[in-house]
């Protein structure tokens, strides 16, 4: 009789789960058009409606073999604690990556001083909710506010995620506000370390690759939200080549899938270099699951146990298991957790 083979969950280090229910109908022909969209679903939000859909799409990700989130929440700091409860009830890890926003986006979104900001972040520390320090972009936050959450995020000890280098226009306004790209604005303002991820780096120049390389930065490559949204693809090649740690997240939660997660960013390598096998089967497990709880500061995360029985397994041998995985399954493979 052929049982389960347990291995590691998978850790989904960079999610906003409220944008699962954009699937279908979020049009627009390039980022900024879809960002409409997306902003306005994020003014329907209430505290009853993340609590439902993040215990839906929590569940999905459990199902799919992330056992631990770390949630970009940009929604407002009542449905932070929603958003806790959701995970708890779906029995996944759960990281609050509280974001700081200055500027632009919702009212709902933004505070009103970096200093009320990281009031917000103690009081969800105080409730034994785990946190990261998240301004949400240099778009979103003055150079100021980086200065501070930097400051703050080194003292705590705590993970810092932003978004950078996602779209060419973002950079154009950094280089038009501040004379530089947002990366470098990021290592001038204190917020790169061993402890921050850059979520996305689409179009980070060698120079920006550096200081993340310098400063023991992470990247977190979500690759089937950056096809979704016309993004561009990561500079895979050359991440690798400077041993910038990477991780993986769901983003957009347009599919909820870390084997595909996993697979489209070995394929954007392939392609970039014209050679298979450029991330090993090891460092892709290592950048779906070590490394994302690496990320979230998470010492301990559970694991899953896979239907070696399943068809899309079918004849494959037990040393070849984790190679076929990344190779051609979903998250179907997954056994759902009891309960």
Avoid: K
């Amino acid at each position: 009789m052929t049982r389960p083979r347990s291995l590691p969950g998978f850790v989904n280090a960079h999610s906003h789960t409220f944008q699962r229910a954009l699937r279908g109908r979020a049009a627009g022909r390039d980022f900024w058009a879809w960002r409409e969209g997306m902003l306005e679903e994020a003014a329907r939000q209430t505290d009853a409606s993340v609590r439902e859909l993040y215990a839906r799409t929590y569940g999905e990700m459990r199902a799919a073999g992330y056992t631990a989130v770390g949630e970009f929440h940009y929604l407002g700091i009542d449905t932070a604690l929603a958003a806790a409860d959701a995970a708890d009830e779906a029995g996944i890890g759960f990281v609050c990556l509280h974001v700081a926003y200055a500027r632009g986006g919702l009212p709902r979104m933004r505070q009103e001083s970096a200093t009320d900001y990281l009031r917000e972040l103690e009081g969800l520390r105080a409730r034994g909710i785990a946190v990261g320090v998240t301004p949400h972009s240099v778009r979103a936050c003055p150079r100021d506010w980086l200065l501070e959450l930097g400051r703050y995020a080194r003292v705590d000890d705590l993970p810092l995620h932003v978004h950078a280098d996602e779209q060419p226009r973002e950079v154009e306004e950094s280089l038009a506000e501040h004379g530089v790209r947002p990366i470098e604005l990021l290592a001038d303002c204190g917020c790169l370390g061993e402890r921050t991820t850059v979520v996305h780096a689409t179009h980070a120049n060698g120079a920006e690759l550096d200081l993340l390389r310098d400063s023991g930065s992470a990247i977190c490559a979500c690759p089937t939200t950056e096809a979704d949204l016309g993004d561009g693809f990561l500079p895979a090649i050359r991440v690798r080549h400077r041993g910038i740690p990477l991780c993986i997240g769901s983003d957009s939660n347009v599919r909820i899938d870390p084997l595909e997660e996993l697979r489209q960013l070995e394929g954007i390598a392939r392609r970039q270099d014209g050679r298979r096998d450029v991330f090993s089967t090891d460092e892709l497990f290592e950048i779906g699951g070590a490394n994302g709880a690496r990320a979230l500061g998470l010492e301990t995360w559970s694991a899953i146990e896979v239907d070696t029985a399943h068809r899309s397994l079918e004849g494959v041998a037990d040393e070849h298991l984790r190679a076929a995985l990344v190779a051609g399954c979903g998250g179907d493979v997954v056994v759902p957790p009891a309960g």
